[in-house]
C-alpha cells in the first residue's frame, strides 16, 4: 500500500525559498506518475507540478511555472519540490501523491472529488 511522509515546509518571507521531501514507499513507482498538490483554506486542490516517475515528463501548472522545479531521487525513493520566489499566494498546505497516469492530466486529476491521497502535508506560509 502506497505511504507518503511529505516534510520541509515552514514559514518564509515573499522572495525566499523552500525545498519540499516527499518519501514514497510501499508501491512500485514504474508505471506511476508522482507529484505535488496544494490546498490552501477555502479553496480547491491545485495540482501545482508532477513527473514521471520512470522518465522525465513533467506538468506545472501556470502559477508557479519558472519558480518550482519538481524533481526525484530514485535510489532514495524520494520526489522534491524546488520552490523558489515565493509568494503570499504560495501559502498552503502541499501534499504529493501518486497516480498511474501522465503528468499532463495532473492539474485535472487532483480536482477529482475521490482522488485518492495519503499523506499529512506539510505546510507552507509565505509572508508578504
Known amino acids: 500500500q502506497l505511504q507518503v511522509a511529505e516534510s520541509g515546509g515552514g514559514l518564509v518571507q515573499a522572495g525566499e525559498s523552500l525545498r519540499l521531501s516527499c518519501l514514497i514507499s510501499?508501491?512500485?513507482?514504474?508505471?506511476?506518475?508522482v507529484g505535488w498538490f496544494r490546498q490552501a483554506p477555502g479553496k480547491e486542490r491545485e495540482g501545482v507540478a508532477c513527473?514521471?516517475?520512470?522518465?522525465?515528463?513533467?506538468y506545472y501548472s501556470d502559477s508557479v511555472k519558472a519558480r518550482f522545479t519538481i524533481y526525484k531521487d530514485i535510489a532514495k525513493n524520494t520526489l522534491y519540490l524546488q520552490m523558489n520566489n515565493l509568494k503570499p499566494e504560495d501559502t498552503a498546505m502541499y501534499y504529493c501523491?501518486?497516480?498511474?497516469?501522465?503528468?499532463?492530466?495532473?492539474?485535472?486529476?487532483?480536482?477529482?472529488?475521490?482522488?485518492?491521497?495519503r499523506g499529512q502535508g506539510t505546510q507552507v506560509t509565505v509572508s508578504s
Open positions: 501523491a501518486a497516480y498511474p497516469g501522465t503528468p499532463a492530466a495532473w492539474g485535472v486529476v487532483v480536482g477529482v472529488p475521490d482522488f485518492d491521497y
Open positions: 510501499g508501491l512500485s513507482l514504474d508505471d506511476y506518475a
Open positions: 513527473i514521471t516517475w520512470s522518465g522525465s515528463e513533467t
